[in-house]
Antibody, heavy 122, light 114 residues
């Protein structure tokens, strides 16, 4: 079955960068996009962007596009999310999820990683 | 960006009773070309990642119990749990994908047992 396994918790200082990995198994890696969603403590879900594993195309929200980069390594079936210039309000659990394409441009995030806690603190 | 507003923020329901969650969109997510509502619902249990329950506003994901149902169109949507079970304690989020890949989520509704 489908599994997405993320890297472990990180503690970073303000201004640093973090790179979270998401290793996929149980399906054809290049047939699905990967998206990243974060959740600050006690808060809701925030979409951080997505990457087409097939061709590497990315889309990011305007508020993060200058600081986030998403990549994949098809040889290891791993997706990566790097966030730079970290601030205290970047403290959150970061999730990767597989994007299932529905008909007519619809999508569903049908499998999720377990989450990676990133703490930004001086 | 499309803003989704959920209500209530939380609700407490007795076991076996109905739970109803609302999601209102700042603009219609009904695509006129195919008459589909680009809206889904997710369940997040404590300490777990979210799980998709519903897509196209009313289509149940495989394996989701039929006590979960979605309805609505345009800007107003509802998730109903017809007979609340203990395992349904969770936070529920609506999500729009009308502007795919730029999705947005509602603020969440916490469902507890009364």
């Amino acid at each position: 079955q489908v599994h997405l396994v993320q890297s472990g918790a990180e503690v970073k200082k303000p201004g640093a960068s973090v790179k979270v990995s998401c290793k996929a198994s149980g399906y054809t890696f290049t047939s699905f996009a990967i998206t990243w969603v974060r959740q600050a403590p006690g808060q809701g879900l925030e979409w951080m962007g997505w990457i087409s594993v097939h061709d590497g195309n990315t889309r990011y929200p305007q508020n993060l596009q200058d600081r986030v980069t998403m990549t994949t390594d098809t040889s290891t079936r791993t997706a990566y999310m790097e966030l730079r210039s970290l601030r205290s309000d970047d403290t959150a659990v970061y999730y990767c999820a597989r994007v299932r394409a529905l008909e007519a441009g619809g999508i569903a995030y049908d499998n999720w990683g377990q989450g990676t806690l990133v703490t930004v603190s001086a | 960006d499309i803003v989704l507003t959920q209500s209530p923020d939380s609700l407490a329901v007795s076991l076996g009773e109905r739970a109803t969650i609302h999601c209102k969109s700042s603009q219609s997510v009904l695509h006129s070309s195919n008459n589909k509502n680009y809206l889904g619902w997710y369940q997040q249990k404590p300490g777990q990642p979210p799980k998709v329950l519903i897509y196209w506003a009313s289509a149940r994901e495989s394996g989701v119990p039929d006590r979960f149902s979605g309805s609505g169109s345009g800007t107003d949507f509802t998730l109903t749990i017809s007979s609340l079970q203990a395992e349904d304690v969770a936070v529920y989020y609506c999500q729009q994908y009308y502007d795919t890949p730029r999705v947005t989520f509602g603020g969440g509704t916490k469902v507890e047992i009364k």
